[in-house]
């Protein structure tokens, strides 16, 4: 009897102990993990430029083509191209032998012409005594003065002729019309040049300052008009500074300013030309460039104002992360109205009471407690600053 008791406590042992296991697992749970920290901060309220983006193409200062302006064969070619010219730099040369021979030609006929004429003025100086003197007729003396009007005529044709030769020798020898950067040759050394008009041989820009072509709509244009109006200018606010926005993201470090508002609204496009001017003394801005011009058109008054980095984009919508006093973070989708600079102006969606998470988004989930701090915040705002 004792041995078999002994065997039955045995193995109910095992059952014994996995309760206890279990109790014991039971008593203790894993900790819940801490609130992550994440950087807060107040939205900001202030007076916001409302700003319009246009995409239009950068343009020279002075864009010059530099043509043949005399048919021949382009001789030479005597600039390297993309780099800068002075005014007045010879750039192509188109041989001159044919025009160095009209103009020699000329020349000998300016000469025979005034022979003739000086012996015309010498006849009439030998007759007009003679006819005074009635010993020759009045009618030969009026030949005589009537050949020495057309010696002089053909005189002035000869060297007319022979002007025109010089300057068509002169136009064998292209120069730079304007002092800038040449472009590549578009006609090769040895091609037959001027016919059946005159060739485009390089372009010349000027790059400092340089153009920029863009076209507003008409409905943004009243907007433009009616914030200048009510700020008593009669014309568009050319010394407002203009941003341009290049192909890859940045900044051109220098502003602009509206320097030609077009005549009119097209009426195929509904939209108005404009025209602003921007230094470029690093000559990074070259003609045919693309890029996005920000241009003020009025100014929101106490708009809220957040960071751009508080936002983000999921399938065309924008949200920010709001936390309440009970530090907890909701999800808050807003509609943003411009950029400025790095921050967003918001149209709807926040209260200027509201708090925003701005760094450590990739802890957050929506409605989960979170430990807020500004330090972060306030350090990168005065970096900013």
């Not at 005034?114 to 003679?130: C, E, G, T, Y």
């Not at 009026?142 to 002169?170: F, H, I, M, P, Y």
């Not at 508002?261 to 939209?271: A, I, K, L, N, Y």
Request: proline share 8%; glycine share 8%; aromatic share 4%.
């Amino acid at each position: 009897m004792g041995a078999r008791m002994t065997i039955s406590g045995w193995r109910s042992l095992p059952v014994l102990i996995a309760c206890v296991g279990l109790s014991s697992c039971k008593e203790a749970p894993p900790p819940p993990p801490p609130p992550p920290d994440v950087v807060v901060q107040p939205v900001e309220v202030r007076d916001a430029p409302v700003q319009a983006e246009f995409t239009g193409v950068v343009r020279g200062g002075e864009d010059v083509e530099v043509r043949a302006r005399v048919v021949g064969f382009l001789q030479s070619m005597n600039y390297r191209e993309g780099t800068a010219v002075t005014k007045g730099q010879l750039l192509f040369v188109i041989d001159p032998k044919p025009f160095e021979a009209t103009a020699a030609e000329a020349r000998a006929s300016v000469a025979e012409a005034k022979a003739r004429h000086d012996r015309s003025v010498v006849q009439v100086n030998r007759l007009r005594p003679l006819a005074a003197q009635n010993a020759v007729s009045q009618q030969d003396l009026d030949n005589a003065l009537a050949g020495e009007e057309a010696t002089r005529a053909a005189q002035d044709v000869a060297q007319a002729q022979l002007t025109k030769g010089l300057l068509d020798l002169s136009y064998t020898r292209v120069t730079s019309p304007i002092s800038g950067t040449a472009g590549n040759r578009l006609v090769d050394v040895g091609s037959f040049v001027g016919t059946p008009q005159p060739t485009v041989l390089t372009v010349v820009s000027s790059l400092d300052p340089v153009r920029f072509d863009f076209t507003i709509s008409e409905t943004e244009y009243l907007a433009l008009a009616r914030s200048t109006a009510k700020n008593g200018r009669k014309q568009p606010p050319s010394e407002a500074p203009l941003e341009l926005v290049l192909a890859d993201g940045s900044i051109h470090p220098h502003k602009g300013r509206i320097t030609v508002v077009g005549r009119g609204v097209s009426g195929e496009t509904g939209t108005l030309p404009l025209q602003a001017s921007f230094p470029n003394p690093g000559g990074v801005l070259r003609p045919g460039q693309f890029g996005r011009i920000r241009l003020p058109i009025t100014t929101r008054k106490s708009a809220i104002v957040i960071p751009q980095r508080a936002v983000q984009e999921l399938q065309g919508t924008y949200n920010v992360f709001v936390v309440g006093p009970d530090s907890v973070a909701q999800t808050r989708e807003v509609k943003l109205a411009n950029r400025i600079g790095s921050d967003w102006v918001v149209s709807e969606g926040l209260e200027p009471a509201d708090r925003i998470v701005v760094e450590g988004l990739q802890k957050v989930r929506p409605g989960t407690k979170v430990r807020p701090t500004a330090k972060l915040a306030a350090q990168d705002s005065a970096t900013t600053r």
